[in-house]
Protein backbone atom coordinates (compact mmCIF):
# COMPACT_ATOMS: atom_id res chain seq x y z
CA UNK A 1 0.00 0.00 0.00
CA UNK A 2 1.26 3.79 -1.04
CA UNK A 3 2.36 5.88 1.85
CA UNK A 4 -0.15 8.66 1.79
CA UNK A 5 1.45 10.33 5.12
CA UNK A 6 2.94 14.10 4.78
CA UNK A 7 6.72 14.18 4.69
CA UNK A 8 7.85 15.09 7.90
CA UNK A 9 11.59 16.79 8.57
CA UNK A 10 14.07 15.40 10.85
CA UNK A 11 12.69 17.77 13.53
CA UNK A 12 9.29 15.93 13.55
CA UNK A 13 6.78 18.96 12.28
CA UNK A 14 5.07 17.93 9.41
CA UNK A 15 5.29 19.99 6.30
CA UNK A 16 2.46 21.04 4.14
CA UNK A 17 4.36 21.56 0.24
CA UNK A 18 0.93 23.29 -1.13
CA UNK A 19 -1.93 24.60 0.67
CA UNK A 20 -3.45 26.11 -2.12
CA UNK A 21 -5.27 22.95 -2.66
CA UNK A 22 -6.95 23.07 0.07
CA UNK A 23 -8.50 26.47 -1.09
CA UNK A 24 -11.32 25.90 -3.03
CA UNK A 25 -11.68 28.29 -6.14
CA UNK A 26 -7.90 29.33 -5.63
CA UNK A 27 -6.57 29.58 -9.82
CA UNK A 28 -3.40 30.41 -11.49
CA UNK A 29 -5.21 33.81 -11.67
CA UNK A 30 -5.55 34.36 -7.77
CA UNK A 31 -1.94 32.80 -7.43
CA UNK A 32 -0.72 36.17 -10.06
CA UNK A 33 -2.78 38.71 -8.05
CA UNK A 34 -1.62 37.19 -4.98
CA UNK A 35 2.47 37.83 -6.42
CA UNK A 36 1.34 41.52 -6.66
CA UNK A 37 0.78 42.32 -2.49
CA UNK A 38 4.19 42.15 -1.67
CA UNK A 39 3.47 44.77 1.06
CA UNK A 40 0.85 42.29 2.40
CA UNK A 41 2.51 39.20 2.39
CA UNK A 42 4.71 37.82 5.05
CA UNK A 43 8.43 37.07 4.50
CA UNK A 44 9.35 34.74 2.29
CA UNK A 45 11.49 33.50 4.71
CA UNK A 46 9.31 33.54 7.72
CA UNK A 47 7.14 30.21 8.82
CA UNK A 48 3.50 30.02 9.82
CA UNK A 49 3.13 27.00 12.05
CA UNK A 50 0.12 25.52 13.87
CA UNK A 51 0.49 25.26 17.28
CA UNK A 52 -0.75 21.29 18.58
CA UNK A 53 0.43 21.52 21.41
CA UNK A 54 -2.11 21.10 24.44
CA UNK A 55 -3.45 23.71 26.92
CA UNK A 56 -4.78 27.12 26.12
CA UNK A 57 -3.59 29.88 23.73
CA UNK A 58 -2.03 32.05 26.92
CA UNK A 59 0.54 29.19 28.18
CA UNK A 60 1.43 28.25 24.69
CA UNK A 61 2.17 32.34 23.67
CA UNK A 62 4.12 32.46 27.17
CA UNK A 63 6.17 29.37 26.78
CA UNK A 64 9.04 30.22 24.58
CA UNK A 65 10.64 28.40 21.97
CA UNK A 66 8.20 26.19 20.76
CA UNK A 67 9.12 21.91 20.63
CA UNK A 68 9.41 21.28 16.78
CA UNK A 69 7.44 18.01 17.43
CA UNK A 70 4.22 20.28 18.38
CA UNK A 71 3.83 22.73 15.50
CA UNK A 72 2.42 21.87 11.72
CA UNK A 73 4.41 23.68 9.23
CA UNK A 74 2.55 25.70 6.86
CA UNK A 75 4.63 26.58 3.98
CA UNK A 76 2.13 28.73 2.18
CA UNK A 77 0.79 31.52 4.82
CA UNK A 78 -1.39 32.51 1.09
CA UNK A 79 -3.59 28.98 2.77
CA UNK A 80 -5.14 32.05 4.99
CA UNK A 81 -5.98 34.77 3.13
CA UNK A 82 -9.48 35.61 1.80
CA UNK A 83 -9.35 34.43 -1.56
CA UNK A 84 -11.63 37.63 -2.66
CA UNK A 85 -9.62 40.65 -1.49
CA UNK A 86 -6.56 38.95 -0.20
CA UNK A 87 -6.06 40.36 2.78
CA UNK A 88 -5.73 37.59 5.79
CA UNK A 89 -8.32 35.96 6.87
CA UNK A 90 -10.30 36.50 10.64
CA UNK A 91 -13.01 35.10 12.71
CA UNK A 92 -15.62 34.51 11.46
CA UNK A 93 -15.19 32.76 8.12
CA UNK A 94 -17.54 31.76 5.95
CA UNK A 95 -18.07 29.67 2.81
CA UNK A 96 -21.15 28.87 0.03
CA UNK A 97 -22.44 25.16 -0.59
CA UNK A 98 -19.71 24.39 -2.22
CA UNK A 99 -16.90 25.04 0.08
CA UNK A 100 -14.91 28.73 -1.20
CA UNK A 101 -14.03 30.68 1.70
CA UNK A 102 -14.77 34.37 2.30
CA UNK A 103 -14.40 36.67 4.99
CA UNK A 104 -17.21 38.52 6.46
CA UNK A 105 -16.73 42.27 4.96
CA UNK A 106 -16.45 40.28 1.44
CA UNK A 107 -19.71 38.48 2.37
CA UNK A 108 -21.50 41.79 2.30
CA UNK A 109 -19.26 43.38 -0.49
CA UNK A 110 -20.52 40.60 -2.73
CA UNK A 111 -24.06 40.53 -1.50
CA UNK A 112 -23.92 36.80 0.05
CA UNK A 113 -23.43 35.92 -3.68
CA UNK A 114 -20.21 33.56 -4.17
CA UNK A 115 -18.04 35.19 -6.99
CA UNK A 116 -16.51 31.94 -7.42
CA UNK A 117 -20.34 29.63 -7.99
CA UNK A 118 -22.93 32.17 -7.53
CA UNK A 119 -24.28 30.29 -4.88
CA UNK A 120 -25.41 31.88 -1.54
CA UNK A 121 -22.21 33.32 0.85
CA UNK A 122 -22.56 34.63 4.27
CA UNK A 123 -24.77 32.27 5.98
CA UNK A 124 -22.35 28.66 7.04
CA UNK A 125 -19.35 29.12 8.74
CA UNK A 126 -16.09 27.44 7.99
CA UNK A 127 -15.08 26.49 11.47
CA UNK A 128 -12.40 24.25 9.98
CA UNK A 129 -10.34 27.18 8.90
CA UNK A 130 -11.81 29.09 12.17
CA UNK A 131 -10.09 26.43 14.15
CA UNK A 132 -6.71 26.79 12.44
CA UNK A 133 -6.70 30.72 12.23
CA UNK A 134 -7.12 30.29 16.22
CA UNK A 135 -3.96 27.95 16.27
CA UNK A 136 -1.68 29.81 14.02
CA UNK A 137 1.59 31.52 15.37
CA UNK A 138 3.61 33.55 13.41
CA UNK A 139 6.74 35.84 13.34
CA UNK A 140 6.57 39.45 14.30
CA UNK A 141 6.38 41.89 11.50
CA UNK A 142 9.38 43.55 13.24
CA UNK A 143 11.59 40.24 13.35
CA UNK A 144 14.18 42.01 11.17
CA UNK A 145 14.79 44.90 13.41
CA UNK A 146 15.07 42.50 16.64
CA UNK A 147 11.52 40.81 17.86
CA UNK A 148 11.71 37.29 18.69
CA UNK A 149 8.42 36.85 19.38
CA UNK A 150 6.03 34.04 17.93
CA UNK A 151 2.55 35.37 18.13
CA UNK A 152 -0.80 33.90 17.86
CA UNK A 153 -2.04 35.07 14.27
CA UNK A 154 -5.55 36.24 15.89
CA UNK A 155 -3.28 38.34 18.06
CA UNK A 156 -0.97 39.74 15.98
CA UNK A 157 -2.17 43.36 15.02
CA UNK A 158 -2.64 43.91 18.86
CA UNK A 159 1.30 42.37 19.30
CA UNK A 160 2.90 44.64 16.53
CA UNK A 161 0.94 47.85 17.75
CA UNK A 162 2.61 47.38 21.12
CA UNK A 163 6.06 45.86 19.69
CA UNK A 164 9.24 47.61 21.50
CA UNK A 165 10.94 46.76 18.26
CA UNK A 166 8.84 48.79 16.07
CA UNK A 167 10.94 50.48 13.18
CA UNK A 168 12.24 54.14 14.05
CA UNK A 169 14.03 56.63 11.17
CA UNK A 170 17.25 58.45 12.10
CA UNK A 171 15.96 62.06 12.40
CA UNK A 172 18.21 63.61 9.99
CA UNK A 173 16.60 63.91 6.71
CA UNK A 174 19.80 62.89 4.83
CA UNK A 175 20.34 59.79 7.00
CA UNK A 176 17.95 56.60 5.59
CA UNK A 177 18.81 54.70 8.74
CA UNK A 178 15.95 52.95 10.27
CA UNK A 179 16.15 50.24 13.18
CA UNK A 180 14.80 49.74 16.83
CA UNK A 181 14.88 52.11 19.16
CA UNK A 182 17.80 51.09 21.28
CA UNK A 183 20.25 50.26 17.84
CA UNK A 184 18.55 54.09 16.52
CA UNK A 185 20.62 55.10 19.94
CA UNK A 186 23.64 53.36 18.89
CA UNK A 187 23.36 54.75 15.28
CA UNK A 188 23.04 58.33 16.18
CA UNK A 189 25.65 58.47 19.09
CA UNK A 190 27.81 56.76 16.49
CA UNK A 191 27.40 57.95 13.31
CA UNK A 192 26.53 61.69 13.86
CA UNK A 193 28.31 62.60 16.85
CA UNK A 194 27.72 66.28 16.87
CA UNK A 195 24.43 66.43 15.65
CA UNK A 196 22.16 66.26 18.72
CA UNK A 197 22.55 68.53 22.14
CA UNK A 198 23.66 66.10 25.12
CA UNK A 199 21.74 66.35 28.02
CA UNK A 200 19.94 64.55 31.59
CA UNK A 201 16.84 64.12 32.30
CA UNK A 202 15.39 66.92 35.15
CA UNK A 203 18.07 69.18 34.21
CA UNK A 204 17.19 72.72 32.10
CA UNK A 205 18.23 72.79 28.84
CA UNK A 206 18.78 76.55 27.40
CA UNK A 207 18.50 76.32 23.70
CA UNK A 208 18.89 79.27 21.25
CA UNK A 209 16.66 78.46 18.12
CA UNK A 210 16.54 80.32 14.91
CA UNK A 211 13.61 81.71 13.57
CA UNK A 212 13.45 79.78 11.08
CA UNK A 213 15.20 76.71 12.07
CA UNK A 214 12.35 73.57 11.60
CA UNK A 215 14.06 71.01 14.43
CA UNK A 216 16.92 70.70 17.16
CA UNK A 217 17.86 67.50 18.30
CA UNK A 218 19.04 66.15 21.79
CA UNK A 219 19.77 63.00 22.84
CA UNK A 220 19.58 61.40 26.37
CA UNK A 221 23.43 60.93 28.15
CA UNK A 222 22.72 57.80 29.97
CA UNK A 223 20.23 55.93 27.92
CA UNK A 224 20.64 57.66 24.52
CA UNK A 225 17.23 58.57 23.52
CA UNK A 226 16.25 60.81 21.08
CA UNK A 227 13.92 63.83 21.27
CA UNK A 228 13.44 66.16 18.72
CA UNK A 229 12.01 70.23 18.83
CA UNK A 230 9.99 71.09 16.17
CA UNK A 231 9.41 74.32 15.29
CA UNK A 232 7.08 75.75 12.25
CA UNK A 233 6.77 79.49 11.62
CA UNK A 234 3.39 80.73 11.54
CA UNK A 235 1.12 83.82 11.05
CA UNK A 236 0.78 84.22 14.60
CA UNK A 237 4.66 83.66 15.46
CA UNK A 238 6.12 79.93 15.85
CA UNK A 239 4.69 76.99 17.02
CA UNK A 240 7.25 74.34 19.04
CA UNK A 241 6.87 71.11 20.17
CA UNK A 242 8.87 67.99 21.68
CA UNK A 243 8.71 64.54 20.82
CA UNK A 244 9.95 61.56 21.43
CA UNK A 245 11.56 59.20 19.02
CA UNK A 246 10.41 55.79 20.07
CA UNK A 247 7.36 53.34 19.54
CA UNK A 248 3.89 54.04 21.18
CA UNK A 249 4.99 51.48 23.12
CA UNK A 250 7.53 53.02 25.17
CA UNK A 251 7.68 51.60 28.57
CA UNK A 252 6.90 55.11 30.75
CA UNK A 253 5.62 58.70 29.12
CA UNK A 254 7.60 61.51 29.20
CA UNK A 255 6.96 64.64 30.07
CA UNK A 256 8.50 68.31 29.53
CA UNK A 257 8.16 71.99 30.36
CA UNK A 258 9.23 74.66 27.91
CA UNK A 259 9.66 78.04 28.64
CA UNK A 260 10.38 81.36 26.96
CA UNK A 261 10.65 84.61 28.23
CA UNK A 262 10.64 88.26 26.64
CA UNK A 263 10.76 91.48 28.52
CA UNK A 264 8.99 90.37 31.19
CA UNK A 265 6.45 88.11 29.74
CA UNK A 266 6.28 84.23 29.98
CA UNK A 267 4.41 81.48 27.56
CA UNK A 268 5.03 77.67 28.99
CA UNK A 269 4.33 74.17 27.97
CA UNK A 270 3.66 71.22 30.29
CA UNK A 271 3.47 68.38 28.50
CA UNK A 272 3.86 64.84 27.46
CA UNK A 273 6.01 64.38 24.67
CA UNK A 274 4.34 62.16 22.16
CA UNK A 275 6.63 58.67 20.81
CA UNK A 276 6.65 58.81 16.93
CA UNK A 277 8.93 56.85 14.86
CA UNK A 278 10.74 59.71 12.80
CA UNK A 279 11.31 63.58 13.00
CA UNK A 280 8.17 65.33 12.25
CA UNK A 281 7.27 67.47 9.10
CA UNK A 282 5.27 69.74 10.64
CA UNK A 283 3.11 70.58 13.89
CA UNK A 284 0.65 67.99 13.82
CA UNK A 285 1.33 66.67 17.05
CA UNK A 286 -1.31 67.15 20.03
CA UNK A 287 0.20 69.58 21.91
CA UNK A 288 2.38 72.64 21.44
CA UNK A 289 3.74 76.18 22.25
CA UNK A 290 2.63 79.24 20.52
CA UNK A 291 5.63 82.15 20.69
CA UNK A 292 4.05 84.87 19.73
CA UNK A 293 6.57 87.27 17.22
CA UNK A 294 7.24 89.85 19.47
CA UNK A 295 9.04 87.00 21.62
CA UNK A 296 11.98 86.98 18.84
CA UNK A 297 15.58 88.79 20.52
CA UNK A 298 17.22 90.91 18.20
CA UNK A 299 19.75 88.16 16.98
CA UNK A 300 16.83 86.35 15.23
CA UNK A 301 16.54 83.86 17.86
CA UNK A 302 14.03 82.70 20.39
CA UNK A 303 15.68 82.08 23.91
CA UNK A 304 13.96 78.59 24.74
CA UNK A 305 14.01 76.61 28.36
CA UNK A 306 13.32 73.03 28.05
CA UNK A 307 13.42 70.16 30.76
CA UNK A 308 12.52 66.82 29.73
CA UNK A 309 11.73 64.75 33.24
CA UNK A 310 12.10 60.81 33.26
CA UNK A 311 8.63 60.21 34.84
Known amino acids: MANTS ?3 DPMGSVKVLDCDALL ?3 TPSTKKRRSTRQDQREEASSKVIIDRSKGDSGSAQASGDPDPSNFLTLTDPDLLDCPICFNNLSIPVFQCLNGHLACSSCCTKVRN ?27 CRNK ?5 EMVFRCKKRDHEDMCNYAPCSCPLPDCDFIGCSPDLSVHFSTEHPDSAKPFCYNNRIPISLELQQKYFILQEEQEGTIFVLNNEVQNLGNVINVCCIAPSSAKRGV ?6 TNKGRLVKLLSFAEHVCGRVENTSLKSFLMVPGDFVGSCGQLELELRIFDT
Open 255 to 260: SYELIT
Open 24 to 26: LGS
Open 144 to 148: KYGCA
Open 113 to 139: KCPSCSSTIGHNRCRAIEKIIESVRTS
Open 6 to 8: APR
